[in-house]
């Protein structure tokens, strides 16, 4: 059995505390704060607490997924990044670009958010961008 | 010196399969498994100020794996917690063996490593709202009755039920927890029910909380809950006469003369 204790980052808010994780032959099965960390300290919100939870989640999705006939069906990325373009090409040529929004998240890195911000203001034309923690 | 050789002895020997210390990773003094096909990470061992809770992760592994041997970097408020889990059947005494660590600091002794030696300094507000965390029981003689509601009241509210005093307590293994339980505590209510949310926890840790105070370096909020969980066991001491983590004798808190029912020890989570 092979046990280690893994120090990262809670995936979370933008606060970006130290957690550390217990990883039992391979699989996370714990979360604790980091007592050393600068930005925690040793504290963690409920969320940071549970950070192994979601990661194990059966929830989480593992592959490309299309809405047909009020189903999901599996398809691969290829299909799924082309059904996504034709859609927004239709739906910007309907109804103008303004008509989409794009919402970037602290849960996201920094370099995810650039891109979301560039793919919204330069490909589809649009500054409706914003912020999951304005809502 | 000492301690490095005697942790590699244990291993080469088989006297323990792992050993639970600090390694400095990433800048950090980080809880390390040691084992004996890795034995020259042992030189790396460190006894760091910053502490975690050793015997909790020893408890969980020995619940995944429970024939194994583990050793571990004691101080005395791991040793203590090492009785509590022991005498609650979450070890099987023997599973765990300790090297002692210089805790709190002496003349008569080279080194001390306790986070403790550098617990922060309570503010001018909370010392005049609310209460001094470095404070003891005894100091409470001073306010009448309506101010010392007052002054907890005005600490339990800043609680955000992140449950981190509950999570890190080396003592704490109910796989039912009552703050968890819907008919007492309500999900989604922030700030959680105050008083009964700390009055519920500071009862569940009467005769088990070894007073390592894990549980305020864990508060967000500074919450003195060291305090609170003293004067429980204070009153628990007066009573029956039994300090927590002392030995393995029986608790008086199990009935009946012998142990009641008790969940089984924390499994690594499955699927």
New interface residues.
């Given amino acids: 059995?092979e046990?280690?204790?893994v120090?990262s980052v809670c995936s979370y808010c933008g606060t970006g505390c130290?957690v550390?994780f217990?990883v039992?032959d391979g699989?996370l099965?714990?979360t604790?704060?980091?007592?050393?960390?600068p930005v925690?300290e040793?504290?963690?919100?409920?969320k940071g607490?549970n950070l192994?939870?979601y990661v194990?989640s059966?929830m989480r999705l593992k592959a490309p997924l299309i809405k047909t006939g009020g189903r999901f069906r599996r398809v691969s990325w290829d299909q799924a990044i082309q059904v996504t373009a034709d859609r927004f090409t239709d739906i910007i040529a309907k109804h103008g670009p303004d008509s989409v929004g794009v919402l970037v998240s602290a849960k996201m890195t920094n370099e995810e958010n650039y891109i979301a911000q560039k793919f919204a203001r330069a490909v589809i034309g649009t500054n409706n961008v914003d912020h999951c923690a304005r809502l | 010196m000492g301690m490095k050789a005697e942790v590699k002895t244990w291993l080469q020997e088989g006297r323990v399969d792992i050993f639970l210390g600090y390694r400095m990773m990433a800048g950090h003094p980080l809880p390390h498994v040691f084992v004996k096909d890795r034995l020259q990470e042992v030189d790396e061992l460190i006894s760091a100020d910053a502490r975690y809770p050793l015997e909790k992760f020893a408890a969980r592994i020995a619940a995944a794996q429970p024939d194994i041997k583990i050793g571990m970097l004691a101080r005395d408020c791991n040793k203590r917690a090492l009785n509590v889990l022991s005498v609650w059947n979450q070890l099987e005494p023997g599973t765990v063996e300790t090297v002692d660590v210089n805790c709190c600091p002496s003349n008569l002794k080279d080194g001390a490593d306790c986070s403790y030696l550098k617990a922060p300094k309570t503010g001018f507000h909370k010392k005049r709202v609310g209460i001094d965390n470095q404070s003891d029981p005894e100091d409470f003689e001073t306010y009448d009755q309506q101010e010392r509601f007052t002054r907890w009241m005005n600490e339990f509210q800043r609680c955000i039920k992140c449950y981190g005093c509950r999570n890190i307590c080396p003592v704490c293994f109910c796989q039912e927890c009552s703050l968890e339980h819907p008919d007492l505590i309500k999900t989604g209510d922030l700030p959680p029910e105050v008083p009964i949310f700390h009055l519920v926890r500071a009862v569940h840790m009467a005769g088990r909380c070894t007073d390592c105070g894990l549980c305020e370096e864990a508060c967000p909020v500074d919450i003195p809950l060291r305090l609170l969980y003293r004067k429980v066991n204070q009153i628990v001491s007066d009573l029956f006469d039994y300090r927590p983590g002392s030995n393995t004798d029986q608790s008086p808190f199990s009935v009946l003369g012998e142990m009641p029912p008790e969940p089984e020890p924390l499994k690594a989570a499955e699927g």
Avoid at chain 1, 32 to 37: C, D, F, V
């Fill in positions: 059995m046990v280690k204790y120090p130290g550390l217990e039992i699989k099965t714990a604790l704060p980091l007592k050393t960390h925690n040793g504290r963690l919100c409920i607490w192994h939870e194990n059966f």
